[in-house]
Structure formats: C-alpha cells, structure tokens
T-cell receptor, first 115, second 116 residues
Framework: DGGITQSPKYLFRKEGQNVTLSCEQN?????MYWYRQDPGQGLRLIYY???????QKGDIAEGYSVSREKKESFPLTVTSAQKNPTAFYLC??????????????FGPGTRLTVL | AQSVAQPEDQVNVAEGNPLTVKCTYS??????LFWYVQYPNRGLQFLLK??????LVKGSYGFEAEFNKSQTSFHLKKPSALVSDSALYFC??????????????FGKGTSLLVTP
C-alpha cells in the first residue's frame, strides 16, 4: 500500500452524523484522490486535488466534502446528506498531474458502515 | 468521454494454466491504460501500464498485457496461473486529452479464481 495511510480501517456511523476519513501520504505527491468502491460497481471518483488548497468534484461528490490544507493530507467528510454512505473508501495519490502517465498509489482503505 | 469495460465478472482457471482477464476501452485520444489488483479488504496495487511504445507490457508478479489499438483492448495475461493470483483485477484508463483532471476511470473489476 506504499506510503499512504488511511484511518480508521473500520468506521461505524449513525444516521445523521458526519464522519471524517483520514488520508495521509509521505510520497511527496501533488495529486490526491478519493474513490468509493461498491460491490460490482468498481471505483467511482468522489473528489480530487491536484495541488494544495485546490480540489475538484468527481463523479459522485454529492454528500461529501474535502479539504487540502497540507500537501500530505486530504481528509474526506461524509455528511448526513449522503444517503447511502456504506461503502469501502479508497484514497490515492500520484506525482504531478502534468505527468499523466504516472500511476496512482492507493491506501489500504476505510470501510464505512451506517448503523 | 472515456470509459473502460471488463466484460467478465469472474474468470476461473486451474493452477498452471494460462490466464486472460479482458479489458476494452473507449477514449477520444490515445489512451493511458493501467491494471491494478486488489486483495480482500485491501487497497489497489499497481501491476502495469501502457503509455506508448511496445504493445506488450510486462509488469509485476509475472503479469503482462497487450495493447491492441485496432480492437481497443488491453487484456491482462499470465502464462501460468498461481492460486495466490486469486483476487479482484481492475483495468483503468486515462485520456490525456481529457479536461476532467487526472483521475483514472476504472472498470467494474473481474474476480479471478485460480483453483489448485
């Protein structure tokens, strides 16, 4: 899983609560990404950030928010507006976005369950 | 628009036999193609990529993939499967001409089961 850490590994949330998933990387990568994985649907992009203090919505951003105050960190908040948040969440990073051929490195993931 | 398709939800192969996991893509420009593997409850691990050059790309753990522009395919192959290869495999594409950022577009994944 390279130099990317995600915490916690398992997270349980009650309906109506906001929760924040942590993602930290020590690879000195500029770009970071959040994906959601559901069985049989592959990975879907939630948010991405190409540089500090900047981020963009992905395909399924509704009900989620992010911040990128530091290069190493890209936390994801799952808000109460996300109607079906139970899923496996994966964070990734890559070297400068202009080098489009570079692969992404993934963290170990956080499994979020809504009770 | 860019997309990637993995037509098989599951592939079963006996240990020692060759394996193929299929992937086709659709992008507006020349694609950048990737294969990743995922073990249960783990993140994705990079296997190999095609950017340019030789159509046959060799990667980690004895895997290779062949880029076929005319068939818009990038099938993953291994000459002799191991039980430990059993996992979920994802094909991904990035269109260098896309203005949607540099995130990857993933297929839905193919579950590979190698039986002893």
């Amino acid at each position: 899983d390279g130099g990317i850490t995600q915490s916690p590994k398992y997270l349980f949330r009650k309906e109506g609560q906001n929760v924040t998933l942590s993602c930290e990387q020590n690879l000195n990568h500029d770009a970071m990404y959040w994906y959601r994985q559901d069985p049989g649907q592959g990975l879907r992009l939630i948010y991405y950030s190409q540089i500090v203090n900047d981020f963009q919505k992905g395909d399924i951003a509704e009900g989620y928010s992010v911040s990128r105050e530091k290069k190493e960190s890209f936390p994801l908040t799952v808000t109460s507006a996300q109607k079906n948040p139970t899923a496996f969440y994966l964070c990734a990073s890559s070297t400068p976005p202009r080098e489009v051929g570079n692969e992404q490195f993934f963290g170990p993931g956080t499994r979020l369950t809504v009770l | 628009a860019q997309s990637v398709a993995q037509p098989e939800d599951q592939v079963n192969v006996a240990e020692g036999n060759p394996l193929t996991v299929k992937c086709t893509y659709s992008v507006s420009g020349n694609p950048y193609l990737f294969w990743y593997v995922q073990y249960p409850n783990r993140g994705l691990q990079f296997l190999l990529k095609y950017i340019t050059g030789d159509n046959l790309v060799k990667g980690s753990y004895g895997f290779e993939a062949e880029f076929n522009k005319s068939q818009t395919s990038f099938h993953l192959k291994k000459p002799s499967a191991l039980v430990s290869d059993s996992a979920l495999y994802f094909c991904a594409v990035r269109d260098p001409n896309s203005n949607s950022g540099y995130a990857l577009n993933f297929g839905k994944g193919t579950s590979l089961l190698v039986t002893p």
